[in-house]
């Protein structure tokens, strides 16, 4: 159903090409803990799950993992406790309660309840540039138009005021956007037309 390809690109194949490893990695920032999002942040070793990146402190915020912990009948698909448990049972998993400013240096936390309960968007700024890594708030450049959503969206209002204020910002600052579901594009710009946006140029990173 989800076309997984166990020889395909993985996170830390990913990183080898950049000559870094799991140990070179301390921070994970978790946007949610549906499947699609938090699957590669633990691994099997012999018949035990244990964190992917043994160094890490990973972050999630509290509302997210009580959600995740007692699903609702609409949600309980996508999150698995195979997948953050590990993470709780090696104490690894730091738990945040609302928007950071600077938890790292240049590195910026929002919270999006519209798609579910406490997903946290993640923006890096650094040298006058930003990018907004907007989590399932955007899944892809088409659902950059404020009235375009997911039917995985638990609150569909919410979530198109949530988009019109972060959108807001990024078109504003003329900051890249980061889509983790796009099949044609990485990241794009985008533009305010009235009160709808609209993607003004697409990149592959
Ligand atoms: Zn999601």
Same mark, same amino acid.
């Given at each position: 159903?989800?076309?997984?390809?166990? /020889?395909?690109?993985?996170?830390?194949?990913?990183?080898?090409?950049?000559?870094?490893?799991?140990?070179?990695?301390?921070?994970?920032?978790?946007?949610?803990?549906?499947?699609?999002? $938090?699957?590669?942040? $633990?691994?099997?070793?012999? %018949?035990?799950?244990?964190?992917?990146?043994?160094?890490?402190?990973? %972050?999630?915020?509290?509302?997210?993992?009580?959600?995740?912990?007692?699903? /609702?009948?609409?949600?309980?698909?996508?999150?698995?406790?195979?997948?953050?448990?590990?993470?709780?049972?090696?104490?690894?998993?730091?738990?945040?309660?609302?928007?950071?400013? /600077?938890?790292?240096?240049?590195?910026?936390?929002?919270?999006?309840?519209?798609?579910?309960?406490?997903?946290?968007?993640?923006?890096? %700024?650094? /040298?006058?540039?930003? &990018? &907004?890594?907007?989590?399932?708030? $955007?899944?892809? %450049?088409?659902?950059?138009?404020?009235?375009?959503?997911?039917?995985?969206?638990?609150?569909?209002? &919410?979530?198109?005021?949530?988009?019109?204020?972060?959108?807001?910002?990024?078109?504003?600052?003329?900051?890249?956007?980061?889509?983790?579901?796009?099949?044609?594009?990485?990241?794009?710009?985008?533009?305010?037309?009235?009160?709808?946006?609209? $993607?003004?140029?697409?990149?592959?990173?």
């Amino acid at each position: 159903m989800f076309n997984i390809n166990p /020889n395909g690109p993985t996170l830390v194949k990913s990183l080898n090409e950049h000559g870094l490893g799991p140990d070179d990695i301390h921070e994970v920032i978790l946007t949610h803990l549906h499947f699609d999002h $938090v699957g590669g942040g $633990v691994r099997a070793e012999g %018949s035990r799950l244990v964190p992917t990146f043994p160094k890490a402190r990973y %972050s999630i915020q509290r509302a997210n993992l009580t959600t995740a912990s007692h699903p /609702n009948l609409r949600e309980r698909s996508s999150y698995f406790a195979s997948n953050f448990q590990p993470l709780i049972d090696h104490q690894v998993l730091h738990i945040l309660e609302g928007p950071q400013t /600077n938890y790292l240096p240049g590195v910026s936390l929002f919270i999006s309840n519209g798609h579910t309960e406490g997903q946290q968007l993640v923006k890096i %700024s650094d /040298n006058g540039l930003s &990018l &907004l890594y907007a989590g399932d708030l $955007v899944p892809t %450049s088409t659902h950059v138009r404020t009235a375009w959503l997911m039917g995985y969206d638990l609150n569909p209002v &919410l979530l198109m005021e949530e988009k019109q204020k972060y959108l807001s910002m990024v078109a504003e600052e003329k900051g890249y956007l980061f889509f983790e579901h796009d099949p044609y594009c990485d990241a794009a710009l985008i533009e305010k037309i009235g009160s709808d946006f609209q $993607v003004s140029q697409r990149f592959w990173l």
